[in-house]
Antibody, heavy 114, light 112 residues
Framework: EVQLVESGGGLVQPGRSMKLSCAAS????????MAWVRQAPTKGLEWVAT????????YYRDSVKGRFTISRDNAKSTLYLQMNSLRSEDTATYYC???????WGQGVMVTVSS | DIVMTQGVLPNPVPSGESASITCRSS???????????LNWFLQRPGQSPQLLTY???TRASGVSDRFSGSGSGTYFTLKISRVRAEDAGVYYC?????????FGGGTKLELK
């Protein structure tokens, strides 16, 4: 069974950093591109970033470019999202997904507030 | 960026009836391989989104054949036949034709 389990969320002050992790199981992680999608409270879905199966290619939405970094450790079957210079508008539930968006984690809440 | 615009449903929808959700893109989602890169998702209350269809009309694994996607290069429809209680939630269309991937604003389906 495919499982994606996010962790690392919580409350963080504006301007600070936070790193999210997503532990994958039930499939050969190193064969799949992965992505992060977020959802602000009571709002719709918003794509954040995508990484290729081997980490050689990454893509970001403009509003996080230069602040967020998507990465992966295929030996650990884990996806990461390093978030720097956080803003209040980054407050959202962050979902880890396979690149095909066919499997999603349960999401992890990130709240940026002083 | 490609803008995705979703229509509104005349809620609530009587159980057993059909419902059609529309989605329009600001640019054709047909890629040079001939596929149309349009996804549909359902997000039930309190749950993660679930992929329903991809490539505009291909149902995802395990998805009921009551869900069917159709459309052209810029206008799309998700039809739900014989609506059931478990179909309630917010439906999103999404384009993955090019980056940045973009979603529609969502269409809420409520059942009577």
């Amino acid at each position: 069974e495919v499982q994606l389990v996010e962790s690392g969320g919580g409350l963080v002050q504006p301007g600070r950093s936070m790193k999210l992790s997503c532990a994958a199981s039930g499939f050969t992680f190193s064969n799949y591109g992965m992505a992060w999608v977020r959802q602000a409270p009571t709002k719709g879905l918003e794509w954040v970033a995508t990484i290729s199966y081997d980490g050689s290619s990454t893509y970001y939405r403009d509003s996080v470019k230069g602040r967020f970094t998507i990465s992966r450790d295929n030996a650990k079957s884990t996806l990461y999202l390093q978030m720097n210079s956080l803003r209040s508008e980054d407050t959202a539930t962050y979902y880890c997904t396979r690149r095909a968006l066919d499997y999603w984690g349960q999401g992890v809440m990130v709240t940026v507030s002083s | 960026d490609i803008v995705m615009t979703q229509g509104v449903l005349p809620n609530p929808v009587p159980s057993g009836e059909s419902a059609s959700i529309t989605c329009r893109s600001s640019k054709s989602l047909v890629y040079k391989d001939g596929k149309t890169y349009l996804n549909w998702f359902l997000q039930r209350p309190g749950q993660s989104p679930q992929l329903l269809t991809y490539w505009m009309s291909t149902r995802a694994s395990g998805v009921s054949d009551r869900f069917s996607g159709s459309g052209s290069g810029t206008y799309f429809t998700l039809k739900i036949s014989r609506v059931r209680a478990e179909d309630a939630g917010v439906y999103y269309c999404q384009q993955v034709r090019e980056y940045p991937w973009t979603f529609g604003g969502g269409t809420k389906l409520e059942l009577k």
